[in-house]
């Protein structure tokens, strides 16, 4: 069984920044890629940015872009989201996401809650 943990979450305050990790552990897999989404109170799960493991390449959401950095190791299968100039409106529980040979994300973690106060 796979499992993914975050951490990092945490009360910041607006223009301030937060690094989230995210491991996975369990049973070994190779993934093909591990993201991060976000879901406010009310709103639909938003996607912010992933990392292929293959060539380290990365792609963001528009409301991210510029903000937030991805990172990763992929030999410790670990994934970091480097979140600058945070504000009210990226108050949300962050969730990382892996996948391996499925073109969805199937596994997911328990979700770290952020919190930007103005």
């Known amino acids: 069984q796979v499992q993914l943990e975050e951490s990092g979450g945490g009360l910041v305050q607006a223009g301030g920044s937060l690094r989230l990790s995210c491991a996975a552990s369990?049973?070994?897999?190779?993934?093909?890629?591990m993201g991060w989404y976000r879901q406010a109170p009310g709103k639909e799960r938003e996607f912010l940015a992933r990392i292929w493991w293959s060539t380290l390449g990365t792609y963001y959401g528009d409301s991210v872009k510029g903000r937030f950095t991805i990172s990763g190791d992929n030999a410790k299968n670990t994934v970091y989201l480097q979140m600058n100039s945070l504000n009210p409106e990226d108050t949300a529980v962050y969730y990382c996401?892996?996948?391996?040979?499925?073109?969805?994300?199937?596994?997911w973690g328990q979700g770290t809650q952020v919190t930007v106060a103005s």
């Open positions: 369990g049973r070994t897999v190779s993934y093909l890629d």
């Open positions: 996401a892996a996948r391996s040979v499925s073109p969805i994300y199937t596994y």
